[in-house]
Nanobody
């Protein structure tokens, strides 16, 4: 079992930055690909970014490419999402998720393939 706890959300003006963190329990974290997803009111959960177990490959939604950066520190069992140049349309609850297939070569962008989810953290970007 892996437990995930997100933090770092908040209210920020457009153009500002936030860094989200996702702390994971368990030694197996370091073998899992990790993803960030978000869900705005009335919308489906959507992929934001993902990273392979080693950090060697990263993936981004087109809407955040060039503005967001995903990274991980396996020694700290933590994955991060650095969000720059935030826009009002980035407003959502952000979730981190773990794909428990160990040492996968690629990270998936499909929410259904992630096995563990955090409780989410609210990000609100004002215009």
């Amino acid at each position: 079992q892996v437990q995930l706890v997100e933090s770092g959300g908040g209210l920020v003006q457009a153009g500002g930055s936030l860094r989200l963190s996702c702390a994971a329990s368990g030694r197996t974290f370091r073998s899992y690909a990790m993803g960030w997803f978000r869900q705005a009111p009335g919308k489906e959960r959507e992929f934001v970014a993902a990273i392979t177990w080693s950090g060697g490959r990263t993936y981004y939604a087109d809407s955040v490419k060039g503005r967001f950066t995903i990274s991980r520190d396996n020694a700290k069992n933590t994955v991060y999402l650095q969000m720059n140049s935030l826009k009002p349309e980035d407003t959502a609850v952000y979730y981190c998720a773990a794909d428990s297939r160990p040492f996968a070569v690629v990270a998936t962008t499909t929410p259904a393939l992630y096995d563990y989810w955090g409780q989410g953290t609210q990000v609100t970007v004002s215009s």
